[in-house]
């Protein structure tokens, strides 16, 4: 197999993922910007290389320290002293070895030799060919750090960093964190919300059919509709050229949900992003009433004033705008949401590289970010409104300590209860009691879905 050139169109998958990893692992690039970018170059793979493309760069990726370990157990240099395309070839082929069923051993490694061969040279795809034989051979006596319920197992056989086990594990037990890290490394669900302005789930599971995306009712919200398999990407249908549906989490509705907007109120949404909870918000009210939505990105606002063209909705304002220079004392809302930045702990498998980009510092910095947009925030609200802070992460230092140090500050708000307004969502009982009292967090994968963090906030002035 030759190297292709710059440029030049791709037929193999396996070629085309080891780019990708090449430069996310040794390059420090964006692993959802490059694979995009690379999927776009590579006119000549099918739908189904597509998948395997971006199967291979997100397990390799997300996988990478266990990976590793394994390697560095059958090599008489670690992994890191490698030549940089002979480790991440290696990566490759031992993800397929280790987690893909469905591709042959003799597949993986054959692949693995020949691209040693055209990307290193023929002196190292011997070597190649026998660590990853061997490994084929010995795979049922890898062994991982002993306890398996201690710090470094968790790192090694899920493949996190050590301080975000650690940091787990002071707020979890070690079954929750067990769970959350499995959770953490599966393939993320698609999940459709259904734009109830312009169809239903059962038109729309009809239609989706019919452009070869099959579907089922989520059982989580009446809205929600999840995708088992498709022959097209989404964006090629007919459903999403009419603004049938967003691609959104069951737990990212719930935020809206839980903020409840009523048609003919004025609403902000003061960290909308590219306009996931915003859209929804548009929908509940019937698209009546005002929506301010602002984001400090400009191509974030481009984003969500495209999706809501597609979507068919006439109430968002979108403003590019740092929310601690809006003037807030014009500024009140019947509803607002602070959909906060945050450390994503909760969505580790929606981005396979974000695990490996964080830190202990980041945390830190952002919690006190955090504390200053929501006192912002809580300048917007009008009397009697409702404010809802939420997060994608499971930090308490992010979440429940942000809001606790709030209430302590402003004795004008005070914890409203959700539970009534997402009945529908299967809660388990210990979580309904959290709603009912203001604030929940839901662990990632508990319900099959995300992790978040809601609290419900209703401003009351004593008048």
Known sequence: MKPKQRGARIADPRLAALQVIYQVAEKGAYANLILERKLEQA???????????????????????????????????????QNPWLRNILRLSLYQLLFLDSIPDYAAIN????????????????????????????????????????????SVFYSQPEWLVERLLTEYDHQQVEDMLAY???????????????????????????????????PRSPRAILVDSMERSLSQSEAYRAGLFYVQNEASMLAVNILDPQPGTTVFDLCCGVGGKTTF?????????????????????????????????????????????????????????????CSGLGVLNRRSDSRWRKTPQDLANLQRLQAQMLERAS??????????????????AENEDVVQTFLDRHPEFSLDGFQAKISFFPLDNQDKIEASKGMLTILPGRYGTDGMFYARLRRTDGV
């Open 43 to 81: 006119a000549d793979l099918s739908s189904q290389d597509r998948h395997l493309v971006t199967e291979l760069v997100n397990g390799t990726i997300r996988m990478l320290k266990h990976l590793d370990w394994v390697l560095d157990l059958f090599m008489k240099r670690p992994v890191s002293a």
């Open 379 to 396: 300048l917007m609200v009008a009397n009697g409104g409702i404010l809802v802070y939420s997060t994608c992460t499971i930090m308490k």
């Open 184 to 218: 953490f490394n599966q393939r993320p669900q698609v999940v459709l919300r259904t734009n109830t302005l312009k169809t239903d789930r059962e038109q729309l599971t009809a239609i989706l059919a019919r452009d070869g995306i099959n579907s089922q009712f989520s």
């Open 281 to 341: 918000i548009a929908e509940l009210m019937g698209n009546e009433g005002r929506i301010d939505a602002y984001d400090i990105h400009n191509h974030k606002i481009y984003l969500l004033k495209s999706n809501c063209a597609r979507l068919g909705l006439a109430i968002i304002h979108a403003h590019q705008e740092d929310i601690m220079n809006l003037p807030t004392g014009s500024l009140q809302a019947d509803r607002v949401l602070l959909d906060a930045p």
């Open 111 to 154: 692949s693995g030799v020949e691209l040693t061969r055209s990307k290193v040279g023929p002196g190292l795809a011997g070597l190649a060919n026998g660590i990853l034989r061997n490994i084929a051979r010995h795979r049922d006596e890898i062994r991982y750090p002993e306890p398996a319920s201690s710090v470094a197992f968790y």
